[in-house]
């Protein structure tokens, strides 16, 4: 009864307060979200770049009189020569081939593992850089007291020397390029076999699959699928591609040896197991999206259902496809779990060369690195999570673009 009695105007203002509201509601979320980003991102920066205390046990100057970066390879190779031992030698020439052989930027990166080593007393975070300026130097003076051959430097630890070297025990030789290499190979083959059988099943289910009972536990199973934990998936992969078909994914029946099926073809084929439910949600979302007038249009000049499909559903489908790709391509590239269940690799230095090679990836690496005690190991860490970002943004940036030309293409 107070209802009826109660002005128009009050109504309108009460609904004009709600919205209100909630408008603040949405905005504040919004805000706390971006808010963690940007506290994410900055922690990230924190870590990636500082000043650097380093002590060399052999003084990398007085080894030529002039620095390793205008050495000649003959002279490089010498030193190596000059300090190591003939079975240190042949250790390294069995691991990388002839020193002769070498380019200078791994022969540099040997002097200094091998014959330089260099240690890092103390690093510093960028914050402290900036504002804790004269307590460093303060700092850094009393150490150089104790041992006056100590080297200061900025050092940005994302570098290109970062992004070409290998693995390595020292984390200021340590580089990423063997796990940037291992995560795209593991990729390409995720994609290469999660994406045509995603979009086939999605197309069953939605344009051939009666309604009955069979196809709805199916369809259940795969929704429920999409939410298991990512190490159920690296038990599989454990058990069915290492194990059980390790004779395949070692490549012992294509006569390749020295192989335990712990290799990047059993980790693609276990990433594409984690992506495919979440493949085939999306497709058929974006299967169903199409308007059925466009199917019924089609039957009508007597095209049959394949034809339908392939001409009319698909290419009006395909960009909310490729979104999906997108979301699944960003979960698989961040895992880590699954990839240490199946034989990833903490540390090594040989790059992988096929689908047959031992491997290792960006998150493990990182997640190896922050286990470390040394705070040298967190910078890296940094750096390589920097790095994460930017392969994650690229791929999905191609995908972004081919998924925005198709859509103009449909319309």
């Known amino acids: ?54 002590t060399d046990a052999v003084d990398r100057n007085s080894l030529a009189g002039r620095p390793l970066t205008e050495l000649t390879r003959p002279e490089l190779v010498t030193i190596l020569q000059d300090h190591l031992t003939r079975t240190r030698l042949r250790t390294l020439e069995r691991n990388n081939g002839p020193l002769d052989s070498l380019d200078e930027e791994t022969l540099i990166n040997l002097v200094m593992e091998q014959v330089v080593k260099p240690t890092i007393r103390k690093s510093y975070t ?88 069979v196809n709805r536990i199916i369809q259940t199973n795969i929704d429920n699928l999409a939410g298991v934990p990512s190490i159920v998936y690296g038990i599989l992969g454990l058990a069915i591609f290492v194990r059980t078909l390790s004779h395949l994914t070692s490549g012992a029946v294509f006569g390749i040896q020295g192989s335990n099926g712990r290799t990047i073809l059993s980790a693609g084929l276990t990433m594409a197991l984690l992506i495919l439910p979440i493949l085939i949600i999306n497709a058929q979302e974006a299967i169903r999206a199409v308007p059925a007038s466009l199917r019924q249009a089609s039957y009508g000049l007597g095209a049959t259902r394949w034809q339908t499909i392939w001409h009319h559903v698909l290419p009006n489908a395909l960009p909310g496809i490729l979104t999906g790709t997108i979301l699944a391509i960003s979960r698989a590239l961040g895992e880590t779990a699954p990839l240490i269940l199946v034989g990833a690799s903490s540390l090594i230095n040989k790059d992988p060369t096929g689908v047959f090679s031992f491997f290792t990836a960006l998150p493990i690496q990182i997640y190896n690195w922050t286990a470390r005690p ?35 293409r449909g319309t």
Request: aromatic share 8%; hydrophobic share 55%.
């Open 374 to 408: 040394q705070p040298e190991f967190r910078n890296i860490a940094a750096a390589a999570i920097l790095v994460l970002l930017v392969v994650l943004l690229s791929l999905n940036s191609v995908a972004i673009v081919l998924r925005n030309r198709l859509s103009k």
């Open 126 to 213: 960028l914050a402290e850089t900036l504002f804790q300026r004269a307590a460093i130097e303060q700092e850094i003076a009393a150490m150089r007291a104790e041992t006056p051959n100590l080297q200061v430097e900025f050092r940005s630890w994302l570098n290109p020397g970062f992004l070409t070297r290998s693995m390595s025990a020292t984390p200021e030789l340590a580089g990423v390029r063997t796990a940037v290499l291992g995560s795209l190979w593991i990729i390409a083959i995720t994609i290469l076999v999660a994406f045509p059988i995603g979009v086939g099943a999605a197309i069953y289910l939605e344009e051939y699959a009666s309604e009955n009972r």
């Open 1 to 54: 009864m107070n209802n009826i009695f109660t002005s128009p105007r009050s109504i309108l203002a009460a609904r004009h307060a709600r919205g209100k509201f909630w408008r603040g509601v949405f905005f504040s979320s919004t805000l706390i979200g971006l808010i963690a980003l940007a506290a994410l991102i900055l922690t990230i920066l924190n870590r990636a770049a500082g000043l650097v205390v380093i």
